[in-house]
Structure formats: C-alpha cells, structure tokens
C-alpha cells in the first residue's frame, strides 16, 4: 500500500473510485486547500486505485471552542476508506501513521481529531491507537449539497481526542547508544 499527499491527476480517479456525495466535489475543495498551504490530503492506493483519504489541517480543528484550547495542534479529518468491504483491514491505520509522520516532520508534537459521538468503532480504533480523550465536546459543523442542488446543513455532536508524538529525529544524528 502506498500512502502519499494528493496530486492534481489524481482527481479523476479519486472521484471514480471514492465518489463525492452528491454534488460536494469533497476532493478538488480538499486538493484546492492542500495547494493554498492549509492541509495535506493524503490517499492511500492499492495498486492504481485509491482506497482511502484523510486531510490533514494545519491551522487545527475549525470548531473554534477548540482550536483556543489546542492552539498549534494540527487536525486529522475527514479519515474514510472505501468502499466498505475494504474497512477493518489496516488502510485507516496506515493512513493515520502517515499523517502522524508528516505531523511530526513538521516539527509538531500532537496531533488531534474528532470523532462523532456515535462512532464507537472509530473511537475505539483512535484510543486503541494512542489518542486520548481531551474532554472536550463540539458540534462538527459542515454541508453538502445532495444531487438536487439542495444545501444541508450538519452538526453532528463529537469530542476531541489528541494524541502526543515525540520529537522527529535530527537528521544525520548519531542513534542513541
């Protein structure tokens, strides 16, 4: 499995193999954010065909109420494999060390995530993986708009797990002895 940020030409097979929900376009408005600097959209491919995603926020979570408490803590979002035969088979793990690992080159010592309140398998999967419970609670507030054109609104109750990340290693730097 390769795991690598997003490229322009992947696009078109992101959309035909992991379509957007009705009229989203979740892909290019996550590729258009990672070319502005804001996020790394990570895939991960098996063989030619794309089989998961997460985007990385570095300006952290976009619920304000905890982006004051965790300032400088970059967000893992919007984490999905598909199609769902291919869940619970180590591709949303492997996607999350990735990010970690790009999280911790840049110099960051935690990252965070949210999960919804009634995503038990993911929560357990995130605490499972060394993410602890922060106690705090938002609405995860976001839209799509379904085949008819038609803007939804959504605040889906979750809470915010963070998880610590040693220091990235000085290149070049003599291992411990």
Same mark, same amino acid.
């Given at each position: 499995? !390769? &795991?690598?940020?997003?490229?322009?030409?992947?696009?078109?097979?992101?959309?035909?193999?992991?379509?957007?929900? +009705?009229?989203?376009?979740?892909?290019?408005?996550?590729?258009?954010?990672? =070319?502005?600097?804001?996020?790394?959209?990570?895939?991960?491919?098996? *063989?030619?065909? #794309?089989v998961g995603t997460a985007q990385i926020l570095w300006q952290g979570c976009a619920a304000p109420e905890i982006n004051q408490c965790f300032p400088d803590c970059p967000?893992?979002?919007?984490?999905? @494999?598909? #199609?769902?035969?291919?869940?619970?088979?180590? &591709? *949303?793990?492997?996607? &999350?060390?990735?990010?970690? /690992?790009?999280? =911790?080159?840049? +110099? $960051?010592?935690? &990252? +965070?995530?949210? @999960?919804?309140?009634?995503?038990?398998? /993911?929560?357990?999967?995130?605490?499972?993986? +060394? $993410?602890?419970?922060?106690?705090?609670? $938002?609405?995860?507030? %976001?839209?799509?708009?379904? !085949?008819?054109?038609?803007? %939804?609104?959504?605040? !889906? #109750?979750?809470?915010?797990?963070?998880?610590?990340?040693?220091?990235?290693?000085?290149? *070049?730097?003599?291992?411990?002895?």
């Open positions: 499995m !390769d &795991i690598r940020p997003c490229r322009e030409t992947d696009l078109e097979l992101l959309e035909a193999h992991m379509p957007s929900p +009705g009229q989203t376009h979740r892909h290019v408005m996550r590729f258009d954010r990672q =070319q502005e600097g804001l996020s790394t959209l990570l895939v991960s491919w098996s *063989g030619e065909i #794309p967000e893992l979002n919007g984490l999905g @494999v598909w #199609p769902p035969e291919r869940r619970s088979h180590g &591709i *949303g793990t492997a996607i &999350i060390h990735a990010a970690e /690992a790009h999280v =911790q080159r840049r +110099g $960051y010592r935690r &990252i +965070g995530l949210g @999960v919804d309140d009634a995503n038990h398998r /993911a929560a357990a999967l995130y605490l499972r993986l +060394g $993410y602890q419970e922060t106690g705090c609670h $938002y609405l995860d507030r %976001h839209h799509y708009i379904d !085949d008819h054109g038609t803007r %939804h609104e959504v605040a !889906d #109750p979750a809470r915010f797990l963070i998880k610590q990340l040693p220091a990235a290693p000085i290149r *070049g730097a003599a291992p411990a002895e």
